[in-house]
Structures are given as C-alpha cells and as structure tokens.
C-alpha cells in the first residue's frame, strides 16, 4: 500500500449493485484509519484534468470495527465523480484522505432515551455504521430508523437492517430496532407511501411506531436529500427541538447529501 501524507491509497474489494444507479462498494482499510460512527471520508479516483484526482465526501457505512470501508452511492447523471466511481471494480485503486469528518455522530447528544434516524437514498450508509456501534444499542432504548426511496428496490439494506435480530452479536439488543420503509412513488405493502415530513406533521409515523418525539427522551439525526433534511428540520424546530451544536448538545444532529 503505498502512501502519503494526505491519503492512502486503497483497493476496492467489492462492488453491489442494488439497481442501474445504486451501488455500494467496499475497500481496504488503512490500519491508522480511525472515524467515529456516522462519519464521512473524503475519497479520491484518477480522472480529473491532466489525470488529476477528483475527491468526493462519502458517508462510511462500515462499522468502526471492520477492517474494510464500506460506501453506498449512486450514479449522478453527468456527474463526472460517481460515474468514474461507477466504472470502478474489484482489485482497482481509489484513494482514501486520512482524515475522517463529519458531526453526525452520536457523542453530539447528551442523555437522550430514543435515538431517531431519518435517512432518504443513500443517506442510509451513516445510519448503518452508527447501527453497528453497540455503545449506540447499549446507550439507548429505542433505535428508530426511517428509510425513504423512491420505488422498492431502492430499499437497499433491507436484509441486514432486518438480520441485527438473527445476528450472534446484535441480537440480545435488537428488540430495540424499530424500522420504518418509506417507498413514495410506487405502493408497496407494509410500507409508508408518504414523504417523512408528512407523515412526522401528521404524527402517523409516531403513531405507527408506538414512539412519541419527545424533548426530554428523543435524539433525531437527518441525512439525505438536503431539501428532505431542511423540511424536516423546520418542521422539528418549530416542535421545539434545538439543533446541537459544538459544546451545546441539543436534540438534532444534521448532514446534508449534496
Ligand atoms: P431523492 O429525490 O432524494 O428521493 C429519496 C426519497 O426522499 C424519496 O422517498 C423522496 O420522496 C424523498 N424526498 C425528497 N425530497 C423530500 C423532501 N423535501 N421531504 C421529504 N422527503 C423527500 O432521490 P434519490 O434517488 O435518493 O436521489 C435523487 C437524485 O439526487 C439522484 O439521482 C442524484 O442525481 C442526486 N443525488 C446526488 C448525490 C450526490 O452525492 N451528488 C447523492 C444522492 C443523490 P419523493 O419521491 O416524494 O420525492
């Protein structure tokens, strides 16, 4: 692995697909890498002006724990990043810069009882590390993760979200998982058809889920569509919850997609 003082430069180990635009992929791992759940890294591939490289921020969808990276992503049209991304497979280099960022991270909050995450599309991959985190089952009551797509088979992850009940590790605190699917343009059973903001403005997702947002127990972490995430956060706001900031923990922690 050759490296330099910025970046390491890593192997992609494995690409799945979900749908033509939907992707997850994952990577070696530098030994030094350290994030914390719910972070992002900035990641790099060849193919700028005069073969350049051209950095990206991507949510880690791995658990801290694993030795590789995980990515989930889509192809945007046009976008000269995610389709260089997209041609990418197994045993091809990307590179990773060694720091990691972000603040949708759990240490954001202070003693918060239910621990809501609201994802839309790819905003999933954060949510998923930090469900791998088990200070996040042990710290809280309640794990309430909403996932809104568009049409079914962009439900990616389904299978592990639902397998923490079957998992030798997770399986003694996934009682406390209650999960949600969002699919808004086509009808599909046993999930909600409206947008996130509608169904919290009308409290059927509280109803649905036997959960009350409530300042005192609730903690609630948006990401995804940055349009998704400013409606919901007014609409939060308005109820009263304050978003954290640095060295004042409030109830909302946000990260916006692109
Ligand atoms: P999306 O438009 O973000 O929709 C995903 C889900 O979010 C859908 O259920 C959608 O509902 C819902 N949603 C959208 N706006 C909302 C709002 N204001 N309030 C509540 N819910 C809302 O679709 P996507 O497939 O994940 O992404 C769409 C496009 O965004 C991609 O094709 C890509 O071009 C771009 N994108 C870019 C990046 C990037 O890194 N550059 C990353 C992700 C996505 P509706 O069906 O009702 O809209």
Redesign the pocket.
């Known amino acids: 692995m050759s490296a330099n003082d910025k970046y390491t430069t890593e192997t992609i180990t494995d690409v799945r697909p979900w749908t033509d635009?939907?992707f997850s992929f994952r990577t070696t791992r530098d030994r030094g890498y350290r994030f914390v759940p719910g972070q992002f890294a900035r990641l790099g591939v060849r193919g700028g002006a005069e073969d350049s490289i051209v950095w990206?921020?991507y949510s880690i969808a791995s658990a801290a724990h694993d030795e590789h990276l995980e990515f989930f992503?889509?192809?945007?049209?046009g976008?000269a990043?995610?389709s260089r991304l997209s041609k990418l497979k197994e045993g091809d280099q990307i590179f990773v810069e060694r720091r990691s960022y972000g603040f949708l991270t759990t240490d954001r909050f202070e003693s918060g009882r239910d621990l809501w995450m609201l994802a839309?599309?790819?905003?999933l991959a954060p949510f998923l590390s930090i469900l791998h985190d088990f200070a996040t089952w042990e710290t809280y009551e309640n794990l309430i993760l909403v996932q809104?797509?568009?049409t079914q088979p962009?439900l990616a992850y389904e299978d592990l979200i639902r397998g923490f009940e079957k998992s030798e590790y997770y399986a003694e605190f996934a009682h406390k998982l209650r999960y949600a699917r969002?699919?808004?343009?086509e009808p599909v059973p046993g999930a909600f058809g409206d947008?996130?903001?509608?169904l919290l403005a009308s409290g059927v997702l509280e109803e649905n889920l036997g959960v009350k947002l409530d300042h005192d127990r609730s903690r609630i972490m948006l990401c995804?569509?940055p349009?998704?995430?400013?409606?919901?956060r007014k609409l939060l706001v308005e109820r009263g919850f304050r978003l954290s900031r640095r060295g004042e923990p409030g109830h909302l922690a946000v990260e916006n997609?692109?």
């Open positions: 635009s939907l990206r921020a992503s889509v192809v945007v049209l976008g990043f995610t839309t599309g790819t905003g809104s797509v568009r962009e969002i699919v808004t343009r947008r996130v903001t509608k995804g569509n349009e998704m995430v400013e409606d919901s997609y692109w």
